[in-house]
């Protein structure tokens, strides 16, 4: 699979770039993967119509947006932008506008991008990273912040109930759209924490989409997803829990203790 780096060439980095609003924003991520040739401007505005269906849950921590529409004929090969806006804008997110960070990806398929996106989760879920990219002087600069590495602080906790051996038993779900951006990051974060625990034995993450997360919810303990997907999902029969910041290792270990009463 792909790595940050091959994903995101230092040619589709931008710095200070002027945008009015959301949409143009997104759209100055989507010209950068048109010009570098990832996608046709096509998927710029998949991009832009998935914001404007779906709401804000592209922006999954407090002024970073996630901009990307499902797979489609408009992406010519799997590939990532990175814009940093010189003024914020409003998305509309209830929790974590505005942004000044706005990634894109496009994706030919559901798997290629996976461990990119894992090692951008883990970059941005590190404060001192985060301000970095903020304060990057040259594209360059940025680029080298972004394909950088950290380790994670160990932690521990007791295995789940019922999950004392053998191979997991439980499933939790993350959600978004799509399936394949947000819900990623939020994978990730979760099975960092998961990691730190010693509970990836007993516990996998599954990123899905909407449509699918309601037929595999029975399936799972519980399912992870931001509030606009929270309330589009509804009643499923099991809990759904909302996740403000979708890179947080501290809030991904809170809802999880909430989930398993630890």
């Not at 974060?189 to 990836?200: I, M």
Request: proline fraction near 6%; aromatic fraction near 4%; glycine fraction near 8%.
């Amino acid at each position: 699979m792909a790595t940050l780096s091959e994903l995101l060439p230092v040619e589709a980095v931008r710095l200070d770039v002027p945008a009015p609003d959301w949409r143009a924003a997104v759209r100055a991520a989507g010209d950068l993967m048109v010009a570098t040739g990832a996608c046709t401007a096509d998927y710029t505005a998949e991009m832009i119509r998935n914001v404007a269906e779906n709401g804000p849950y592209i922006v999954l921590s407090p002024g970073f947006a996630f901009a990307h529409a499902r797979p489609s004929s408009a992406v010519l090969r799997t590939g990532m932008s990175w814009v940093r806006l010189r003024q914020p804008v409003e998305f509309g997110h209830e929790t974590n506008d505005p942004v000044t960070l706005v990634a894109g990806l496009a994706a030919r398929d559901a798997s290629a991008h996976t461990a990119a996106m894992a090692e951008l989760a883990r970059l941005l879920a590190n404060p001192g990273t985060e301000r970095a990219l903020r304060e990057a002087r040259t594209p360059r600069e940025l680029h080298a912040v972004l394909t950088g590495d950290g380790e994670p602080e160990p932690v521990g906790a007791e295995p789940p109930p019922q999950a004392e051996s053998g191979p997991a038993v439980h499933k939790i779900l993350t959600v978004c759209g799509n399936g394949l951006g947000t819900s990623l990051f939020l994978k990730n974060t979760l099975e960092q924490v998961l990691d730190r625990w010693g509970w990836s034995r007993y516990v996998t993450v599954e990123a899905t989409d909407t449509v699918s997360a309601k037929g595999k919810a029975a399936e799972a303990v519980a399912i992870l997803t931001s509030g606009e997907i929270a309330r589009t999902l509804g009643d499923v029969g099991v809990p759904v829990k909302v996740v403000e910041d979708f890179t947080s290792a501290a809030e991904a270990d809170a809802v999880l203790r909430d989930t398993y009463d630890v």
